[in-house]
């Protein structure tokens, strides 16, 4: 709810210079009708969250606080209407949209209007199971509480649709339960990284740690009804479809260790990708004679204060926990088989500042045009800095040209974090082209930690692990305590569950560790079975991955609704669609850097073929899962 403006007009002043200022006058324009809100010589340049203000000068920063202020000004004493029938009256919303994407292709307006209309939930079931099929039972059942299960269940919901959630956990949240370890926190901007209908009263960082996420999935748990449909401590260990029957059957562990049976006209797995944690293989893991464990699964009971640490790997989580136990260790050891690069994030760690908080709490519409202001910026992203010119004399340094400008500039800002440690300077430059394996934000932390007297960076490959620490070929480094920082076990898509479709088949058996989906969604072989977060759904460079679920979530609840009209007992996916599809995936991941690269990364499966991410824009993957196209699939 917006709050009245009653402050004075220095209060405003200060609170302007922490306004993100392009999708501010977007807000105020909306708000008030006014179009010099708008003005064509302040139409920002580029929709890029790492340029600031849209690239105004600071003369055009200057001029949008001051036509922000006089609005504000108006709003407070009354002198300018607001509402929704001054936006409408002086059709100031498409304006406004046109004024912050003016270079964005037609295509993608409706995308971006129907992700600004996100307040009114566009993307809600426009029908209800008891308009199409009253009487006919129909139960669903999702598998997980995390992000997308939560989602699929709030959809169900709104279309009348009964369903179940299994959660082998005690709460909801998924990853933002399981992963505990000290400085656990989101690289998506935290006012994008969350449902577009469902926003949260205020977030207190740019990037959210993984405490404050939690509660926002438990907040939408808890206010929308969620948890009296979910079954908590229950693991499903197998599912099988029954062709006669057009139905599933689940057998699941319950919180006392029994087993039990449930049955399902459908099925949502939407267990993720990065949820078991990987291992790795070498020698002597075993061995170890003190406490060990994944950062994953941290173990909170072990002090860590003046203790001799070990931390295998040097990705996305020991990338956040390293920075917060050097110090508390007596010493830490890292190893490190391949650095990843650095993208400059200066308030990744910073909290909201105060004058945006006010912002958002006084200006109609602004937090909403502010999340528009970043979607927009996503919707293509870093992709055309990875796309692969064939012409390109790069070799594993790079892709093309631009590929090679954005490594030139990550270099010299790690020239610029390791000045004065040539060593570090050296390990620290990858090898391969950015965009290859994840890239990671960073405000400094890493690089001050590695610099460190009681830290150190070790390259040379681990050889074994003995009962007192880690060996290479260069020595042995005893510790006391070891720490897995190294991933999931990404590409094992519905481990280890046995999951069993039409005439017998076995999906595991099917996939052979070779994971393929059509729309990541649906399988041939396997009716009214779809998975959220499936095969090659993975975004790298561009959005959030919320918004893949939620697109994901939409397609599956249009494919129910075809069901129940149609009167038809399963849906199942064509085999040359989902082999056509597949093949256009492959093809395009094969003209991307992570594609190309050589390097070893969790985008690729044991054959190398990259099972994990999505090559287009969040655009195409809009379009395609706006409605289902039943000529693509058998109706049972």
């Known amino acids: 709810m917006t709050e009245p403006i009653t402050d004075a007009d220095e209060a405003i002043r200060r609170a302007l210079l922490d306004a993100e200022l392009p999708p501010l006058l977007a807000a105020l ?3 008030t009708g006014d179009p010099k809100l708008l003005p064509d010589h302040l139409r920002p340049s580029t929709i890029n969250r790492l340029v600031p203000q849209g690239g105004y000068s600071l ?32 059709g100031m919303l498409d304006a406004a949209v046109r004024f912050l994407v003016g270079t ?3 295509r993608y307006l409706p995308l971006l209007a129907d992700e ?20 006919r039972p129909f139960h669903v059942v999702i598998i997980g509480a995390g992000m997308s299960g939560l989602l699929a269940g709030y959809r169900l919901g709104q279309a009348g649709v009964p369903y179940t959630i299994i959660e082998k956990n005690d709460d909801v949240g998924g990853t933002w339960l399981e992963n505990t370890y000290p ?38 748990a808890d206010r929308n009804g969620l948890r009296e449909h979910i079954r908590f401590g229950t693991e499903v260990l197998a599912a099988g479809f029954d062709g006669a029957a057009r139905a599933w059957t689940l057998r699941v562990r319950t919180p006392d ?36 464990f994944h950062s994953a699964r941290w173990d909170h009971g072990i002090d860590l204060r003046g203790k001799r640490v070990a931390v295998i790997g040097t990705g996305a989580s020991a990338f956040q926990f390293v920075p917060e136990i050097a110090g508390t260790a007596g010493s830490l050891v890292i190893f490190q088989r391949t650095p990843p690069w650095l993208g400059p994030t200066p308030d990744y760690h910073a909290p909201v500042a105060d004058g945006l ?21 996503s919707v293509e992203g870093g992709l055309p800095a990875v796309e692969v010119d064939p012409a390109w004399p790069g070799g594993e340094r790079s892709v093309s040209a631009a590929n090679d400008e954005r490594r030139a500039l990550l270099t010299a800002y790690l020239d610029h974090l390791f000045d004065g440690r040539p060593d570090l300077l050296r390990a620290a430059v990858p090898g391969y082209p950015p965009g290859a394996k994840r890239m990671l934000r960073d405000n400094g932390v890493w690089a001050a930690a590695l610099k460190r007297d009681d830290v150190e960076l070790v390259t040379d490959p681990i050889s074994h692990i003995t009962a007192s620490g880690i060996a290479t070929a260069e020595g042995e480094y005893e510790a006391d305590v070891i720490v897995y920082a190294t991933g999931f076990s990404a590409s094992d898509f519905l481990i280890p569950m046995t999951v069993t479709g039409r005439d017998g088949a076995d999906l595991h058996k099917r996939w052979n560790g070779d994971a393929r989906a059509y ?4 399988v041939p072989g396997f009716p009214n079975l779809f998975l959220m977060y499936g095969p090659n759904t993975n975004i790298v460079v561009n959005g959030s991955i919320i918004f893949f679920s939620e697109c994901e979530a939409h397609y599956i609840v249009e494919c129910l609704r075809a069901l129940l009209a149609g009167g038809h007992g399963a849906l199942e996916c064509r085999e040359d669609v989902h082999d056509a599809y597949n093949e256009v995936i492959d093809a395009a991941n094969g003209q991307r850097a992570w594609g190309v690269s050589s390097v070893r990364s969790w985008y690729k499966n044991a054959s190398g073929r990259v099972s994990q991410n999505w090559p287009f824009t969040l655009m195409e993957y809009w379009e395609r899962t706006r409605r289902p196209d039943l000529g693509d699939y058998h109706l049972l």
């Open 257 to 292: 260790g029994g087993t039990e049976l449930l049955g399902a006209q459908a099925v949502i797995s939407a267990v993720g990708q990065l949820n078991r944690p990987s291992y790795p293989r070498i020698d002597g893991r075993d061995d170890f004679a003190g406490p060990s």
């Open 183 to 220: 400085g656990c926190r989101v690289d998506v901007s935290s006012h994008l990284y969350n449902y577009s209908f469902f926003e949260h009263d205020g977030w207190p960082g740019y990037f959210s740690t993984q405490d404050v996420l939690l509660d926002y999935f438990r907040q939408f």
């Open 29 to 31: 324009a909306t708000a």
């Open 59 to 90: 003369e055009q920063q200057q001029e949008a606080r001051t036509l922000a202020l006089a609005a504000l000004a108006g709003l407070r004493d009354a002198r300018i209407p607001a509402g929704p029938e001054a936006a409408d009256g002086g």
């Open 357 to 377: 908080r006010w912002l958002f709490r006084h200006v109609p519409g602004y937090a909403q045009w502010y999340r528009f202001w970043l979607f927009a910026g």
């Open 104 to 106: 964005a292709p037609e």
């Open 116 to 135: 600004l209309a996100a307040l009114d939930d566009p993307s809600a079931p426009g029908w209800h199971k008891d308009d199409l099929a009253a009487d």
């Open 519 to 522: 729309l990541g969604m649906t």
